[in-house]
């Protein structure tokens, strides 16, 4: 028997209890380089969170047994400071917008988005954060940032930069 190489892509819950939209979402999630998982109540996100941590949860607002989203991004938000937060709703609300904010998402997202390309950028973004807040070091390509050190390599050469030019880097 084979053994199977771990797969390192990052895994992201989606959270969404019609079927088709869960099943849609995590198809697409995969497709675009995720490890993707599909949980359709806050029960079956629980038991996933302690069995396969996420990096980030993609989470909808109305589901059903008891538990929304906002009670959910709590209970996320909680276990994790890291761990990516993003409500994709129907609620355009103000008011659930600013709750579920408040509440320990980082994002929101009112469905139907108008393109898919726009999830994906949010998500790589949020990633992108929880990474750099983890490690101190932003990698685009072989250009490495390091936040801590306030150091730019590229492959194995430092490149020399003045304290504005690094906080202008790192800006960006």
Request: proline share 4%; net charge neutral; hydrophobic share 40%.
């Amino acid at each position: 028997m084979a053994l199977r190489p771990k797969d390192t892509r990052p895994h992201v819950i989606v959270v969404e209890d019609e079927q088709f939209q869960r099943e849609t979402l995590v198809d697409f999630l995969d497709e675009n380089g995720y490890r993707a998982s599909g949980v359709d109540s806050g029960m079956a996100l629980r038991k996933l969170v302690e069995k396969d941590p996420p990096a980030l949860v993609l989470l909808d607002l109305r589901l059903p047994g008891g538990e929304d989203g906002f009670t959910l991004a709590r209970f996320l938000r909680e276990r994790s400071r890291k761990m990516g937060i993003i409500m994709v709703t129907a609620s355009g609300d103000t008011v659930d917008q600013v709750v579920g904010l408040e509440t320990g998402a980082d994002d929101y997202i009112v469905k139907p988005f108008k393109h898919p390309s726009e999830l994906i950028a949010r998500i790589r973004t949020r990633l992108r954060r929880s990474n750099i807040l983890a490690t101190g070091q932003l990698t685009i390509g072989d250009l490495k940032i390091d936040m801590v050190a306030h150091e730019v390599t590229r492959g194995e050469k430092k490149i020399l930069l003045t304290r504005l030019e690094f906080e202008l880097l790192a800006a960006l």
